[in-house]
C-alpha cells in the first residue's frame, strides 16, 4: 500500500472574505479597526514624546480611502512580522499596556481586505529617517507565495502611518454612514478624528461636575470599598431631577493595582457604554435596580474578537460594580426625603429586601389626610390608636379614621405598597380587614313586591338552568358598596343583594312597567352579574359536571361520511412521507387535521339583524352593566344566552346599535352546521372566549368553565389580513344559541373580513376538541 502526502491549501483571497465578514459587523468596520489602530499608535508616541499634537484623518472619495495618523508609526519589522501577518501583534508588550492602547487581537490587514481589493501602506517611525511603503492586491494572496511588495525610502519627516484603500467594485462607503458608524467609537477620544474635514471626536461625557449647585439636595463624594471584594473607588452622587441621580466615579483599584479610567452613570439612560481609554467598545449588559446608564470608560475591558460584544470577564467585573454603586446611592438616597419620589429606589429597597432603608417613603395618614414618614409611624401617633387598611371603602375608612384613632392607607402602586405593608407588617402595626361585610339583613316583610318577586324568581332560574336545588335569596345592606356576595351555607346558596345597586334597581323598574319582560331581565341578571360569583356551586362548573359533558360527548359521536370536498391534499403529505420530509406520525396528525376541515359559505341573503331574527333578546333585556361588577372580566366563564325558540337561516347577523347584553357587539358569525349538531352539548355549558387572529386566519378558543375542555374553532379566510392585523385577546363570552344556529361574537377588527361585497364569501373552518383530565 503506497502512502504519499499532499498540501493543505488555502485560497487567500475567499479565506479573508469569510473570516472579516464573520469576524465584523459592517463594511464599515474597517474604518473602525484602522482609527482603532491609528489611535493606539498615538498612545504610544505620547509615551517618548508629549509636545506634538495628535491626529487622525479619514478621507472618503469614491471607492478611494485613505486614514491617517502622526502617531508612533511602525518599522519594516513591524509590517513585515506584524501588520502583514494575521494572529500576530506588536501591542502584546509592557510598553503598550503602559501606553494604554485598545487593540492587541492582531487582526492586521485582515480587516480591511474583507471589502477592499488593493492596500497600500505608507509609515514612518518615530526617531529614524526611512519611509516603509508596502502594497497588495487581494488577487493575488498567497500563502505559498510572495506576493506583498515593501519597499523604503530615506527622508526627514513627522512620524506616522496613511493606509490607502481601494474598494471592491461592489463597495461603497459614504461620509454620512461612516459618520454614523464611527461616532459611537471615537467621540469621547480627546483628540480630534475628521471625517472629510468634519470632527467627530472630542465630546465630553462628564458633565456632573459643571451641575453642582446650590439647588441640588445631594451632592456627596466619599470612598467606597465592599468588604466582600477588592474594590476601592471614589463616588460622587449628585441629585438633579425629581430625586433620581448621576453618579461619577474614579481612582477604582482592584485589589492593589490601579484600574485606568472612570465611569459616569444616571438614571433612566437604560444603556451602559464600555469605553478602553475612551475608545468605544460595545454596550454591557447588566442588570441595574436603579435604571443606570452612561459610560464606562476603565483600561481592564476587553472587547470580544469581533468587537460586537465585551468578554465575559469584563462584563461580570462591571456588574459587581454596579452592584456597590447602587449599595451606596440606596444607603445615600435614604437619608433624604427626595427618596419617596425615586421609583427605582423604592424597586431597590423591594427587590433586596432592604427595608432598614425605607425612613423617608411616606404613606397617607386619616384623618389628617396627609402624608408621613415611616421614620415616624408607631402604633401610637399624638396619643391616637394607628391602624393601617390595604382598601379604598369610604365607609371603613370613616369607622377607623376620627377622634381617637388614625388610618394609614396604602398606596395602589407597587412596590410602594409592597414596602409600605412589610413595614408596618414590621412595626406591629394592626390591620383593618378589607372583606365586605352584611351590615343589615331586611325581613320578608320590610320588602317590596317587586323585590319580593325578584327573590322568587332568581330562586327558580337558578333551579331550573343552573341545577342549584337549593338556595337563598336576601336584600341587605352590603359594605364596600359590593351589589351582590354569594356564599354556600350547609350546601345552600345563599345570594345577599344590595338595595342601592343600579342593577337590582333596574330589574325592579322593569317588574313595574313591564311585568311581561320582567322573566327575561331575571335571567340576564343571573347570566351577567351573578353567574361569576355562582360558578363554584354550578355543577357544571365542577370536575363531576366536566365528566357528565365528557360522557355526553362521546355519547354523540356517530359515523359520518367525509365529502370529497371536505378532503385535505393526502396525495402530497404521502409524497412527504415517501421522501423522508415527514414521519408518519406528522403525517397522521395533518391528515387527520385536513379531515375536519370543510368549506363554510355565506350568501348575501344570509345576512340579516338581530332585530329582526332574534328579537326576543333585544326585547328581554337591556341593562347596563355595573363597571364594578366582576362579571365585566372578559377571562370569566360565562352561560350562553339562550333563544332556543327562534329559528333563523341567517349566517351573519348585525345590530342596528349596540347593546348592553350583547357587551356591545354589533356583529355575529353562525358557527358551522357540523358544529351545532355535534358539538352543542360544549356550548350549553359555561365557556370563555378568546380570539387570536394573524395572516390568513382566525381563531376562536372555548375553554368550559371547569378548564379541563376546549374546543378550537379556526377560519382561513382567502384573503390575507393585512400586515400590522395581527393580534390575540380574550373577549366577554357572548355566544348565541338559536334553534338551529350557533352565533359568536365578530370582533370590530375583524368586521371588515366578513362584509360581503360580492355574491357570497366563503371560508374554510376547522375545529377539534382537546380534552384534558390530568390532575
Avoid at 761 to 773: A, G, M
Wanted: glycine fraction near 4%.
Amino acid at each position: 500500500m503506497m502512502e504519499e502526502k499532499i498540501k493543505f491549501q488555502i485560497e487567500a483571497e475567499k479565506v479573508l472574505k469569510l473570516l472579516s465578514n464573520d469576524i465584523y459587523d459592517s463594511p464599515y468596520a474597517l474604518l473602525r479597526e484602522n482609527v482603532q489602530n491609528a489611535y493606539d499608535a498615538i498612545l504610544m508616541r505620547q509615551q517618548k514624546d508629549s509636545i506634538f499634537e495628535p491626529q487622525i484623518t479619514i478621507s472618503l472619495n469614491g471607492q478611494q480611502i485613505s486614514i491617517s495618523d502622526n502617531g508612533i508609526g511602525m518599522t519594516k519589522e513591524t509590517v513585515t512580522n506584524n501588520y502583514w501577518k494575521a494572529g500576530s501583534s506588536g501591542k502584546n508588550n509592557a510598553e503598550a499596556r503602559k501606553a494604554g492602547v485598545v487593540g492587541t487581537f492582531g487582526i492586521g490587514a485582515m480587516a480591511n481586505f474583507g471589502i477592499c481589493k488593493h492596500l497600500k501602506v505608507e509609515t514612518h517611525f518615530w526617531g529614524e529617517n526611512y519611509t516603509i511603503i508596502s502594497d497588495a492586491d487581494k488577487s493575488t494572496l498567497s500563502v505559498t507565495e510572495d506576493c506583498i511588495s515593501i519597499t523604503s525610502k530615506e527622508e526627514q519627516r513627522e512620524s506616522g502611518t496613511i493606509i490607502y484603500a481601494t474598494l471592491d467594485d461592489d463597495c461603497v462607503l459614504n461620509e454620512s454612514s461612516a459618520i454614523q458608524y464611527l461616532a459611537p467609537y471615537v467621540q469621547y477620544l480627546k483628540i480630534p478624528v475628521t471625517i472629510n474635514g468634519k470632527i467627530i471626536s472630542q465630546k465630553a461625557y462628564n458633565i456632573i461636575a459643571t451641575e453642582v449647585t446650590n439647588s441640588n439636595i445631594i451632592s456627596v463624594s466619599k470612598n467606597v470599598s465592599d468588604v466582600n471584594t477588592t474594590f476601592s473607588m471614589n463616588m460622587q452622587i449628585l441629585n438633579y431631577t425629581n430625586g433620581t441621580v448621576r453618579i461619577y466615579i474614579n481612582n477604582l483599584s482592584l485589589g492593589s493595582n490601579v484600574v485606568q479610567g472612570d465611569m459616569y452613570l444616571e438614571q433612566g439612560k437604560n444603556l451602559i457604554y464600555g469605553l478602553r481609554n475612551n475608545f468605544g467598545l460595545a454596550a454591557i449588559p447588566v442588570n441595574s435596580n436603579f435604571n443606570l446608564g452612561g459610560i464606562v470608560n476603565l483600561s481592564i475591558l476587553q472587547p470580544t474578537a469581533g468587537r460586537e460584544a465585551l468578554s465575559r470577564e469584563s462584563i461580570e467585573f462591571v456588574s459587581k460594580i454596579i452592584t456597590i454603586i447602587e449599595k451606596n446611592i440606596a444607603e445615600e438616597l435614604s437619608k433624604y426625603e427626595i427618596a419617596d419620589s425615586n421609583r427605582n429606589f423604592l424597586s431597590y429597597i423591594y427587590s433586596k429586601g432592604r427595608y432598614d432603608l425605607a425612613g423617608k417613603i411616606k404613606i397617607q395618614i386619616r384623618p389628617a389626610n396627609t402624608q408621613i414618614t415611616f421614620d415616624t409611624v408607631a402604633t401610637k401617633i399624638s396619643d391616637k390608636d394607628i391602624y393601617y387598611y390595604t382598601g379604598s371603602d369610604s365607609q371603613t375608612i370613616e369607622q377607623y379614621a376620627n377622634e381617637n384613632s388614625s388610618l394609614l392607607i396604602l398606596s395602589g402602586e407597587n412596590p410602594r405598597r409592597s414596602i409600605q405593608q412589610q413595614i408596618l407588617f414590621q412595626k406591629q402595626i394592626p390591620q383593618i380587614p378589607d372583606s365586605p361585610s352584611i351590615i343589615k339583613e331586611y325581613s320578608t316583610s320590610e320588602l317590596s313586591s317587586a323585590e319580593f318577586a325578584l327573590t322568587l324568581r332568581i330562586i327558580g332560574t337558578l333551579k331550573d338552568d343552573y341545577l342549584i336545588g337549593e338556595s337563598k335569596v336576601v336584600f341587605a345592606d352590603i359594605s364596600h358598596q359590593v351589589p351582590n356576595i354569594v356564599s354556600s351555607n350547609n350546601n345552600i346558596v345563599v345570594i345577599y343583594l344590595s338595595k342601592t345597586s343600579g342593577n337590582i334597581l333596574q330589574v325592579l323598574k322593569i317588574y313595574k312597567e313591564d311585568a311581561r319582560l320582567f322573566d327575561g331581565f331575571v335571567k340576564d341578571f343571573v347570566r351577567n352579574h351573578l353567574y361569576p360569583k355562582l360558578a363554584p356551586f354550578v355543577p357544571s362548573s365542577t370536575r363531576q359536571g366536566a365528566d357528565a359533558l365528557y360522557r355526553i360527548l362521546q355519547k354523540n359521536k356517530e359515523l359520518y361520511t367525509i365529502e370529497y370536498e371536505e378532503m385535505g391534499d393526502i396525495e402530497a403529505l404521502m409524497k412527504d412521507y415517501v421522501d423522508g420530509k415527514k414521519d408518519l406520525k406528522e403525517i397522521l396528525k395533518i391528515s387527520s387535521n385536513q379531515q375536519k376541515a370543510h368549506t363554510q359559505i355565506v350568501d348575501r341573503n344570509q345576512i340579516g339583524t338581530v332585530e329582526q331574527e332574534l328579537s326576543t333578546i333585544i326585547n328581554q333585556s337591556v341593562m347596563p352593566k355595573d363597571k364594578n361588577d366582576i362579571s365585566n372580566d372578559a377571562t370569566m366563564a360565562i352561560p350562553p344566552i339562550k333563544i332556543l325558540s327562534n329559528e333563523t337561516s341567517k349566517k351573519i347577523l348585525k345590530t342596528e346599535s349596540q347593546y348592553p347584553q350583547l357587551n356591545n357587539f354589533t356583529s355575529f358569525l353562525a358557527l358551522s352546521d357540523k358544529i351545532f349538531s355535534r358539538q352543542l352539548d360544549f356550548f350549553l355549558e359555561p365557556h370563555t372566549t378568546k380570539i387570536i387572529w394573524g395572516m390568513h386566519k382566525i381563531l376562536y378558543i372555548f375553554t368550559h368553565a371547569s378548564s379541563r375542555i376546549t374546543l378550537y374553532y379556526e377560519i382561513e379566510l382567502k384573503n390575507k389580513l393585512s400586515d400590522n392585523q395581527t393580534g390575540g385577546k380574550s373577549i366577554p363570552t357572548t355566544t348565541i344559541i338559536s334553534k338551529n344556529r350557533l352565533f359568536v361574537p365578530i370582533i370590530p377588527e375583524l368586521i371588515s373580513h366578513f362584509d360581503i361585497q360580492q355574491q357570497s364569501l366563503s371560508f374554510y373552518v376547522r375545529y377539534d376538541l382537546i380534552i384534558d383530565f390530568k390532575e
